[in-house]
């Protein structure tokens, strides 16, 4: 999994959401330590514990924080979730480098001594809502600000609220090197510091599909339709039936929880599902359709024939999603009503897999750069 020879004697700390029970989270965060350790550098996944998203994704307590429909749900659902949980840090535990001490944040200063370069990203970790505005995750620990760097982070948002900004400008000017996810952070960092700043793709693209595909477990099943959904959908489950109508496909619905089951009984699928089952499901379903950025970037990554809802009525557009589509050139994929399921699409794959290996070289050369100290 990690190199045994280094072209390097640098340390590297990559500080990011490892610990979130989400499938993009997990596997970004595997990517990115991955595709720094196969550069040739000593490199860990900072074992930070945020108070505020420990609270988040605690089974039993953290009620405070969740609405009353979310307690009732989560007791419901409370065994699958336990199951989910345990193979989500079963997977990190074993596929990526964890430092060796488990910090928090009274002592997380302790860490400056051990790590020659740190990283945070990618994920939202410049997003304040997500961690309670956490600033760790900012690296204002690092006391040599010639060793603060950022790759792909993202802010998740579009504007920084005006009692925020201040705080934020002293925080950005700290790092090194910045790279951002979207082009809406490329516009707030410029705006809150007079910098300008790269941007780069997700870390899952750091990875192709080959590689990907040695920590997918095979579903052990063929011809079906793969639902995976953040959001409630305006479309997506009527979608999937109208095209499991016109293909003869059965519905997987990754992340079904036992409530969906009752709504959903002509569905398949499970709330415990893993993140190596969750590739294998997307390396080998006939189709997907989804709302998800991270669901649109596996089903490029893997060649899939995918349909994506990118605007919802109760929620905001999925930017990232689109501009993931328009980048490769799979627009066409987008849908906006059930009229949209059209089996003739013409789906462009080479030039897409064409474009991501050359954004992967892009970030591959950036990340080189600052692991070295260049």
Known sequence: MFPAERVSEMKIGVITFHRAINYGAA???YALQRAISDLGFDTEVIDYRCEHMENLYKLIGGFKQKTFKQNIRGFINLIPSWKKMNSFRSMIAGNTKLSPVAYDSKSIAT???RYDV??????QVFNY???DFDKNYYLSFVEDTRKINSYAASFGISEIPQEYQSEYTRLLNRFNHLSVREESGRR???ELTGRDCALHVDPVFLLNAAEWSKLAKDPGIDNYILIYRLNKSNIIDDFARKLAKKTGKRVINIGQDLIDKVKNPDFEGNLSTSVEEFLGLFKHADYVVTNS???T???VIFNRKLYVETKQKDFKKNDRAENLLKLTGLTDSIIETLDDCNLDIVRDFEHAQSVLSSERESALDYLRG???NE
């Not at 740190?118 to 994920?123: A, H, L, N, V, Y």
């Open 293 to 295: 950025f991270h669901g």
């Open 297 to 299: 970037a596996f089903s």
């Open 370 to 372: 600052i692991c070295s």
């Open 188 to 190: 707030i960092v410029r």
């Open 118 to 123: 740190f990283i945070t990203g990618s994920d």
């Open 111 to 113: 860490a400056n001594q």
């Open 129 to 131: 809502a997500c961690s």
């Open 27 to 29: 596997l970004q965060t």
